[in-house]
């Protein structure tokens, strides 16, 4: 610490100059004081971001170091969590321990019965106060709860069915295929309850606008309404009961209230002969309400069509081989290493590999490529994709979730529960926001009996505020977008891991390259091999690919491929095999003592490569990547291997320069080949011979300027720098620990649809705020032209139907970008 100032409250661990991380003992493992400390902060300015983790009590914070100079902003947090810990947190009082020695886990379950965004906040609060839950999400628009935490599934749905929503499991494809079935089924009853309301309420509006005098005509008005509101609203006031019971509400309590006092006070009045009649606004609202729900329900189908039809791939049965006989078997049924027969046009299974026969199989639903790929045996197959005319015989390698296609799904569904930071916002105001119209409409028909208003009026006033305001539109506004969005980049074979990147993806600034595997195509060939050792070349090639056998770069498969082709040999067995990402190995391999890897590695090793030099630089300039190799400490050979850069890579440069985006190229390469590959491409910045770390310090380096880097890798050496960077693109091809690392993933390894993504996230957020400022427009003017009396019931409840579809619709204006 550069600073005199010793803070008695925390430790500083890390500073740069805008940005600070600390660790607070006060804070650690007391999320209810994490959350006190950050709402203290951001009520400044100067201080633009918070990362809590509570679990460690670690801190990181981004201020404006011009506004706030950095010793008044330790002395600020010491003083302030000098205070927090001084006070006493009371946490609700709950009889369930967590028991830390089950493991932590992420479940997703899929919710029945949610009618409204309040629902899902209340769903996701009730999670939360389980003390076994560490983090929750509920999201209205895919009908989907995910929790962290360390509770069984059948405990979280017990949280939820005591709620009054019932929670389905999503776990497998054939589950969700069942789940898509249930969606349907609703669809159907939506329609059919709005049919069947509208049809008995047509003659109670009517009657209710002619007014005719015999009382004949309001007894069938209530004999016609009193199954509409008992029959189709039923449920309406079943939720807001049991929410009543519980003390909350939400846009059933609005109804149940609206509908149930205009019927409520018209039974009265039919009773006495006098007074007014309000059975045509009970028996409208229902309907107009029921349509809504309907409208919403087919336009969300519409807005999760990218899933149903990612899950609708997977086949329903399989054919299994077993003792000579072909056995039709259930999806579900399938075993690891089962032998299946995928007959001409069948769809594949599972995953799996050939093990007989030749064919053609379409991967577009995964790569998007057209054409389809030959397959034979010992070629790997994924489960969705369609054979061609050929035969094929393959033994199942993965089943359930654990499936490419299953892998796919859980990414889209992760992406489409995520909230934006956008969203959190409108959460907080959506809690309130039920009981704030509540408040309203209370406030409505007091003013209005006080003024002197008839009853009639003040009454039928203070029902249209609460029928008219609607936190389904504010619900809807992010996440129906997100879903479009993230099914949109599906389609276009780009998986989105989290939708918070969809919103950071908008504001970046600079993308940084890998060179091997991304903006080459990762098919490397060895055309150069130079020899300066006593070793004759079969010797030398052989151990070389015995070590390198070992390894998974795209470098070292070329070079075991080119030894194969030169001579006839058997692997030789190694030891103590050790690889530095981004640098090389070394390894044994029988008597010799084996490094292979850049000039760099070589160096690092007190290796002299002085002879090898020139060849590397020759090299260089044809574009060419050398790897040096050395046995026993004395440098033995080089090879020369070409990669060229994919078709799409200049294409994809000049996208992103269009859109003011910087490029640069990092990579553990030489200057001269890194210089020629980014010369092809229109790549202006390179820095060659970059470590993993180097990779790390060139995003900080930016990050700490003001700019939002995104990165793009695809081996264990760039897993680092996409965790680090703003956004992470991996490459589909890649490791699994670089996809894992990353935020999105370039399924065919197309980089021309970075700057598609770039634009789409755009469009989505520019939805996304159209949603919003609808959204808050229509309850601002709406919610106040109700409380002066200037709207009835009936066209209230068609208007507030009429808002959640609006939000829905222009999401699905994603569709055509």
Known sequence: MNSSFQPKNFKLVHELKNRIRILVPILKKDPER?????????????????????????????????????????????????????????????NIIEDTSIPLQDISLAIEG????????????SLKRDPRVHDATVNFASAIASSNGRLSRQDMAQIISKVGYKANLM????????????EHLRLASAKKRFIWASVLSAPVVAIGMAMPAGRVYHWIQFALTTPVVFGAGLSFFSKAWLLAKMGRANMDSLIAIGVGSAYGYSIPSL?????????????????????GRYMEESAKGKAGEAIRKLVDLQPQTATLLKDGSEITIGIDDIELGDALLVRPGEKIPTDGEVIDGISTVDEAMVT????????????????????G???????ATAIGMDTVLAGIIHMVDHAQASKLPVQKMVDKISAVFVPSVMGISALTFVSWTIAGAPFSFAFSSAVTVLLIACPCALGLATPTAIMVGTGQSAKRGVFIRNGESLETATHLTAIIFDKTGTITEGKPVVTDFINISQLDNEILLTHIASAENNSEHFLAQAIVNYAQTEHDFDFKAVKDFQVTAGRGLQTKVGHYQVLIGNQAWLEEQNIGINELLPHAYELGLKGKTPVFTAFNGKASAIFGIADQPRESAKQAIAALNQLNIETLMVTGDTIETANHIADLVGIKTVIAHATPEQKLQEIHRLQNEGGSVGMIGDGINDAPALAAANVGFAIGHGTDIAIESADLTLVNGDISKVAETVELST???????????????????????????????????????LSSVSVIVNSLRINGK
């Open 34 to 94: 994490t959350y006190i400390f950050e709402i203290i902060l951001k009520k400044r300015p100067a201080i633009k971001s918070i990362k809590s983790i509570p679990e460690i009590g670690s801190v990181t914070l981004y201020f404006d170091h011009k506004n706030l100079p950095k010793e008044n902003f330790l002395t600020l947090l010491d003083l302030v969590l000098g205070n927090i810990g001084k006070k006493k947190i009371s946490l609700p009082k709950s």
């Open 114 to 125: 949610m009618s409204c965004a309040s629902c899902a906040l209340l769903l996701e609060m």
């Open 171 to 182: 776990d497998t494809l054939s589950q969700r295929q069942e789940l898509i079935r249930k």
């Open 271 to 291: 009773l006495r002969g006098s007074g007014h009649l309000y059975f045509e606004a009970a028996a409208s609202i229902i309907s107009f309400v029921l349509l």
């Open 368 to 387: 998007g490529e057209s054409i389809p790929v030959i397959k034979e045996t010992g070629h790997k197959v994924i489960g969705g994709c369609v054979n």
């Open 389 to 395: 005319t050929g035969v094929l015989t393959i033994e």
């Open 763 to 801: 469009y989505t957020m520019k939805i996304i705020k159209q949603n919003l400022f609808w959204a808050f427009g229509y309850n601002t003017i709406a919610i106040p032209i109700a409380a002066v009396g200037k709207l009835n019931p009936m066209i209230a409840s068609a208007a507030m139907a």
